[in-house]
Every structure is written in structure tokens, then in C-alpha cells.
């Protein structure tokens, strides 16, 4: 009986390469205070973080807690002034924090702000947006003005969009979005315009594929190409680092929900979308149906290994009749082999959770809050280098970086039938069928400088 497997390592050309065999692991924080979900977790230019509002358990509420990593202790901190669930927190480069927008469990949308002072610990008013809004989205700029989009008010969705200047505390109206949206997601991209996609709105079919991108130089809103999958209630992420170590605009969507004409189900699409060809591509689906979730790219450490994972943690699945808490796990997307790796969380059922991660430790940590209950959860990324795939075997590769030729050497009872080489997007730039056993010798001289996977698929004859 033959064994087929695969192996996957990485080789570097001119560089250094470190190797993992895990992407990361969860552990506990201490406990907050109180019980939330649809509360916000914003990591603050001090590096603690500002949980506020959400839903108690029996209550929509107004208080807030502190939590200090490098103590791992919360601090009840002073209340808003009104109870909040589906607002938004955003750090400020003063170090202060806008509270903008948001329910109160019943017929209200607010219409007001709140500004958290991290060194007085209280909330003081802010200006009044023009509009009520839950649902929205906050994205700070590149000169530390955030943007205010979409978002349900008194009179609906909503297509005004609204500018907060820190400097002079005032928001003011800019150009509106085409279709007015609920729920949707935004990211700012490299080039400091604002990618706004998908969300809510019955006028247009329950949920919306439409893609909108705003430039704040020109103050214009210009419709991008849609996603391939109409979505509410999903997240969306931008790629780290390109194939050559520069910033890039590609992002990903996971996840969401959609109404099948009888009642809402999770999706388990995720694509990508490459800004400079204005083109959505199609990704392997998440293994669950997943909404209400959270999306984080992160690094494998001090290697800075490009574009190697999204994380995702939690959600509720597929049956989405309701309000559905029986499934949380995390997943992480692999690039370079296109696929989504299971890493369990502790604790299952973290609906309409809050995370975050901070600049300060944006290489390793990931902060998860409550969902169900109180309980916290840090998602820390293995230190060492990049994913390998599963079973894996003994090798060695040399020389590495390498400049003409690679040798690897496998267990002697390991036959190699095909060997692919990728690039550090995940791009197929390799692959040729071949027999061979113990040793491996693969010329590279063609390629640039940079960071490579291979992948070999390959027999185990010894049983």
C-alpha cells in the first residue's frame, strides 16, 4: 500500500528563511468585567485597549473597561452617555478615541459622538454627525481624519458620508456614496483611498455585491468592479506585503450571510480583489459558513513572511436562522496554497465579538472579546517563519538562500511524482511532474531575489 502526501517548505534567494510547523495559538486573558457582545475593542496609541458598550446579556449598556496587556488587568473606566451596540471606536493619532453612532436596543439610531480621554479616563460629548447611524463603518485616514459610511439611521440606510477632523472637532458632509448601505465593510487602502464593499439595503436585493472606492483628495466616490458574491455581516482585510516586500492594495472578503427567501445562512465565499486590474478572484471556500466575524492579517514573526495569513476567528455558522451560537473556531488562510487551516478557539459560541490589534505588537497579537460571555482570548503567531503543510517529513535543504540550485534531501523511502515552486502571493510560477527519491537537485537561477515555496507531492513506499 502506497501513502501520498505532500511537503511544503520555503527557500529564500539572497535572503534568510526560518520554517514553523504551527501558524499560531490561542491562550486566555484575564476576564473583563462585564459580559458583551457588539461592543468594540480599539487598541489605543498607549497600547492598552478601550472596550465600550454592547449588549450584557440582558441589556444594551454604556460602561467601559481598560484592559493593559503588559498587566493583564482591567480597569473600569468612566461610562458614555448613552447605552451603545453596533457603534464605532476609533484611536486618534492624539491619543484620544472617537465613539461615533450606534442603537439603543430599541427605535433609536444615535446621532452623536463621544470622545474618550485615555489619561482622564471619561468620555466627554462631541460634535453631532449630521445623520443617526448604526451598522457603519470608521476608517481613519492618512492625515488622522476619519471617515464616517453607510450605517442605519431614523430614516433608513444611508448613502452620506461624513469627515471627523480631529484637529478643529467638527464633522462635516462630503460626497455620498452611490447606494446607500447598512453593515458593509471598509479598508483604507495603500494609496490613502477608502474601499467600501457589500452591505444591507432591501432596495437593491437584501444584501449588496457594489464596490465603491472613496479619494479624499478629490472628495469623489467611483464605483469599482462588484464582488462575486452579494454580502452583509463580513469582514474584509488588506494584504500585508507584496511579492517584492512593498505595501500593496489587494484585499480579501470572507464570509457574511445572505437571505435564501426564507431566512439568513452564513457564506462560506472568500475572494480577493487586486485594485490594479479592478478584478475580483475567487479563493477556496472557508470549511464553515461563517458571519459576524472578524478578519486579521498577520506576520510569522521576525521574518515578515509576505501575504501568509488571514486570520478568522469565531462567527456563527451556516444555519443562520436566528441567532445561532453553537459553532466558534478559527481559521487561517493560507496564500500560498489557497487553503484554510483549522486552529479551535477555547471557548465556542463568541457571536458578534470585538477584536483587535495593535501597531505595537502587530506582528504577533490579536485580541479576541466576549461574543457569549466576558472571557478574552490572544492570538499569538508562532515567532519563527511560515506554514508548512501537513505531514510533514524529515529534510534538509541547502544552500539556503540559494543562488543557481537548491539539493534537498528527503527520508530515503519518499518518492517525489511533482514539484511546484510559488512565489510569495500564493502564484504558481512552477510545476513538473518527476520521479525521484532521497535527494532532489532544482535549479532556480532564473528567478529574482525574494522568498519562494515549494510544494512536492510525493509516495511513501515503506508500507
Not at 31 to 38: F, L, T
Not at 254 to 275: D, H, K, P
Not at 387 to 399: A, E, G, V, Y
Amino acid at each position: 500500500m502506497k501513502n501520498t502526501y505532500t511537503l511544503t517548505f520555503l527557500f529564500g534567494i539572497a535572503i534568510h528563511i526560518y520554517s514553523q510547523e504551527t501558524s499560531g495559538s490561542w491562550s486566555f486573558a484575564y476576564d473583563m468585567y462585564q459580559q458583551r457582545n457588539g461592543h468594540t475593542a480599539t487598541y489605543m496609541t498607549n497600547g492598552k485597549i478601550l472596550v465600550t458598550g454592547g449588549w450584557d446579556g440582558s441589556a444594551n449598556t454604556k460602561t467601559a473597561e481598560e484592559y493593559d496587556p503588559i498587566e493583564d488587568a482591567w480597569t473600569i473606566v468612566g461610562e458614555m452617555d448613552s447605552i451603545r451596540f453596533q457603534h464605532t471606536a476609533t484611536a486618534l493619532d492624539n491619543g484620544k478615541v472617537i465613539i461615533a453612532g450606534g442603537w439603543d436596543g430599541g427605535s433609536l439610531n444615535y446621532i452623536g459622538t463621544q470622545i474618550y480621554d485615555p489619561d482622564l479616563q471619561i468620555f466627554s460629548d462631541g460634535p453631532d454627525m449630521h445623520v443617526s447611524r448604526s451598522g457603519h463603518t470608521a476608517t481613519k485616514l492618512d492625515d488622522g481624519r476619519v471617515l464616517f459610511v453607510g450605517g442605519f439611521g431614523n430614516d433608513g440606510n444611508t448613502n452620506i458620508v461624513e469627515l471627523y477632523d480631529p484637529s478643529t472637532d467638527t464633522i462635516f458632509i462630503v460626497d455620498s456614496l452611490h447606494y446607500g448601505r447598512s453593515y458593509p465593510c471598509a479598508v483604507l487602502l495603500e494609496d490613502g483611498k477608502v474601499l467600501v464593499a457589500g452591505g444591507y439595503n432591501p432596495d437593491y436585493g437584501f444584501q449588496m455585491s457594489s464596490v465603491e472606492i472613496y479619494d479624499p483628495v478629490l472628495n469623489t466616490w467611483t464605483d469599482a468592479a462588484s464582488m462575486n458574491i452579494a454580502r452583509d455581516y463580513f469582514r474584509i482585510a488588506k494584504f500585508l506585503y507584496s511579492e517584492y516586500g512593498d505595501y500593496t492594495d489587494d484585499v480579501i472578503v470572507a464570509g457574511g450571510r445572505f437571505f435564501n427567501g426564507s431566512f439568513y445562512e452564513g457564506l462560506t465565499s472568500a475572494e480577493t480583489y487586486n485594485v490594479e486590474s479592478n478584478i475580483w478572484t475567487n479563493t477556496a471556500d472557508i470549511p464553515e459558513g461563517e458571519s459576524y466575524i472578524q478578519l486579521f492579517p498577520f506576520y510569522y514573526g521576525a521574518a515578515k513572511i509576505p501575504n501568509i495569513g488571514i486570520l478568522l476567528p469565531g462567527g456563527v455558522n451556516e444555519s443562520c436562522s436566528g441567532v445561532d451560537l453553537s459553532f466558534s473556531t478559527t481559521y487561517v488562510y493560507d496564500f500560498a496554497f489557497d487553503e484554510w487551516i483549522s486552529l479551535p478557539m477555547y471557548i465556542d459560541g463568541r457571536y458578534f465579538y470585538a477584536g483587535a490589534k495593535g501597531s505595537w505588537n502587530i506582528d504577533t497579537e490579536i485580541f479576541i472579546s466576549g461574543g457569549l460571555d466576558q472571557t478574552i482570548e490572544v492570538f499569538q503567531s508562532d515567532l519563527t517563519g511560515a506554514i508548512l503543510n501537513q505531514n510533514q517529513q524529515t529534510f534538509s535543504i541547502s544552500p539556503n538562500p540559494a543562488s543557481t540550485e537548491i539539493n534537498i534531501k528527503l527520508n530515503s523511502n519518499a518518492i517525489v511524482k511533482t514539484y511546484s515552486i510559488y512565489n510569495s502571493t500564493g502564484a504558481k510560477i512552477r510545476a513538473q511532474n518527476i520521479i525521484a527519491q532521497s535527494q532532489l537537485y532544482l535549479s532556480v537561477a532564473d528567478l529574482i531575489d525574494g522568498l519562494y515555496m515549494v510544494q512536492l507531492h510525493f509516495e511513501d513506499e515503506s508500507t
